[in-house]
């Protein structure tokens, strides 16, 4: 059974930054295509960045030019690095895997708060 282990939220200001982290175990993130989601207080879920098994990532527009999403094979997890922090930012934020490397979803992690104060 694969886990997903999301890290890295918090408090921040905003325009700072904040990276998280999601470690795998039980497979590995390097077969799956990795998406990174975020839910805010009373809205649906939104994509954010997707990191496929081959080619090129891809951002929403909400997040282009400030977010990066990378993967450590060695250490078998993915990352978000967000930067340019903005209060429109806060929410939980989730990693999902997908072993098709389509939309549906396999493995979800448990999601980490990330606060951004102005």
């Known amino acids: 059974q694969v886990q997903l282990v999301e890290s890295g939220g918090g408090l921040v200001r905003s325009g700072g930054s904040l990276r998280l982290s999601c470690a795998a175990s039980g497979g590995t993130v390097s077969n799956y295509r990795m998406d990174w989601y975020r839910q805010a207080p009373g809205a649906e879920r939104e994509f954010l960045a997707r990191?496929?098994?081959?080619?090129?990532?891809t951002y929403a527009d909400s997040v282009q030019g400030r977010f990066i999403i990378s993967r450590d094979n060695a250490k078998n997890t993915v990352y978000l690095e967000m930067n340019s922090l903005k209060p429109e930012d806060t929410a939980v934020y989730y990693c999902?895997?997908?072993?098709?490397?389509?939309?549906?979803?396999?493995?979800w992690g448990q999601g980490t708060q990330v606060t951004v104060s102005s």
């Open positions: 990191l496929p098994r081959f080619g090129t990532t």
């Open positions: 999902a895997a997908s072993v098709r490397g389509t939309v549906v979803f396999d493995y």
